[in-house]
């Protein structure tokens, strides 16, 4: 058995999914497995994710005979995992070659880890980019569940980033419940902060994965439910014994989330931007 599971759930992902593999392929640490979950697509993400299974023995490839909704995907990607250690990637983003050899490590020296997270680069389309080194601002370092849940409160947002630069334990996975069908916008901060209740969170300085902001996408289609979600988890998360929250981090929080819903709103207007001028580009 590999020591780590990278889970990969496609639907029609065929535009970026090579090189989000090969970002995976390319990793200093060697020990994994990569799954790759075609959600019943219809253009030829199942194509090139079986071109990579017949060249590398760590490529499995697995199908949807219908279509599922996103949490139930994701939810079957991490069942069909074999490892202690899970990691999922979105068809579009990227992971930097030591990102398993720095998070893999920690998490298999320190079992009271129950999360391991690093910065992340915002980037367009074209893989250029954005805003660098993104995430974990006060989060640096080994945390406890209480401080990290003040830190999020607070932020108003989620500091901790995507799946795709987070670590986390299989076995804690199911015993939380996995991706939780109510939270579809907020599926990845929601999920870390039930996994902080099993163990500490260990925050990187190193930048280990890139996110992609594109068109389509429902980061960008749903910033108004977004924001929604995020607010309701925040109160929720404030009401929580098992947290501590005061209500200075409340308060804070509050203030903070209008903040944090425009700086999303202006990544996605700078992206689309670049996009346009790319495609002027093309054409010219």
């Given at each position: 058995m590999a020591s780590v599971s990278v889970c990969i759930p496609v639907y029609n992902g065929a535009r970026f999914l090579a090189e989000t593999i090969r970002s995976v392929l390319d990793q200093t640490y060697r020990d994994f497995e990569l799954i790759v979950l075609d959600n019943?697509?219809?253009?030829?993400?199942?194509?090139?994710?079986?071109?990579?299974?017949?060249?590398?023995?760590?490529?499995?490839?697995?199908?949807?005979?219908?279509?599922?909704?996103?949490?139930?995907?994701?939810?079957?990607?991490?069942?069909?995992?074999?490892?202690?250690l899970v990691k999922v990637?979105?068809?579009?983003?990227?992971?930097?070659?030591?990102?398993?050899?720095?998070?893999?490590?920690?998490?298999?020296?320190?079992?009271?880890?129950?999360?391991?997270?690093?910065?992340r680069h915002m980037i367009d389309e074209q893989s250029r980019v954005i805003v660098p080194n993104r995430g974990l601002a006060g989060l640096t370092g080994v945390r406890t569940g209480v401080e990290v849940a003040r830190k999020v409160v607070r932020n108003g947002s989620n500091p901790i980033?995507?799946?795709?630069?987070?670590l986390f334990r299989r076995e804690d996975f199911f015993a939380v419940g996995g991706w939780r069908a109510d939270r579809t916008y907020i599926m990845d901060l929601d999920l870390w902060l039930r996994l902080l209740q099993y163990g500490e969170f260990l925050g990187l300085p190193e930048t280990l994965a890139a996110f992609r902001i594109g068109r389509g996408t429902v980061s960008s289609d749903?910033?108004?439910?977004?924001y929604e979600q995020q607010r309701m988890l925040l109160e929720e998360i404030g009401e929580s014994p098992f947290f501590q929250v005061r209500g200075v981090d409340l308060a804070v929080g509050r203030l903070l989330a209008p903040a944090g819903r425009s700086r999303r709103r202006a990544l996605y207007a700078i992206s689309k931007i670049a996009a346009r001028r790319n495609e002027g580009g093309d054409a010219a």
């Amino acid at each position: 058995m590999a020591s780590v599971s990278v889970c990969i759930p496609v639907y029609n992902g065929a535009r970026f999914l090579a090189e989000t593999i090969r970002s995976v392929l390319d990793q200093t640490y060697r020990d994994f497995e990569l799954i790759v979950l075609d959600n019943a697509s219809t253009d030829g993400s199942g194509a090139i994710a079986q071109s990579f299974a017949e060249r590398d023995s760590r490529v499995r490839l697995e199908r949807n005979p219908t279509t599922l909704s996103q949490p139930d995907n994701w939810n079957r990607v991490v069942q069909l995992s074999r490892s202690p250690l899970v990691k999922v990637v979105c068809a579009d983003d990227l992971l930097h070659p030591r990102c398993l050899e720095f998070q893999v490590t920690p998490m298999e020296a320190d079992p009271g880890l129950a999360l391991v997270a690093s910065r992340r680069h915002m980037i367009d389309e074209q893989s250029r980019v954005i805003v660098p080194n993104r995430g974990l601002a006060g989060l640096t370092g080994v945390r406890t569940g209480v401080e990290v849940a003040r830190k999020v409160v607070r932020n108003g947002s989620n500091p901790i980033g995507e799946s795709n630069n987070v670590l986390f334990r299989r076995e804690d996975f199911f015993a939380v419940g996995g991706w939780r069908a109510d939270r579809t916008y907020i599926m990845d901060l929601d999920l870390w902060l039930r996994l902080l209740q099993y163990g500490e969170f260990l925050g990187l300085p190193e930048t280990l994965a890139a996110f992609r902001i594109g068109r389509g996408t429902v980061s960008s289609d749903h910033g108004e439910r977004i924001y929604e979600q995020q607010r309701m988890l925040l109160e929720e998360i404030g009401e929580s014994p098992f947290f501590q929250v005061r209500g200075v981090d409340l308060a804070v929080g509050r203030l903070l989330a209008p903040a944090g819903r425009s700086r999303r709103r202006a990544l996605y207007a700078i992206s689309k931007i670049a996009a346009r001028r790319n495609e002027g580009g093309d054409a010219a």
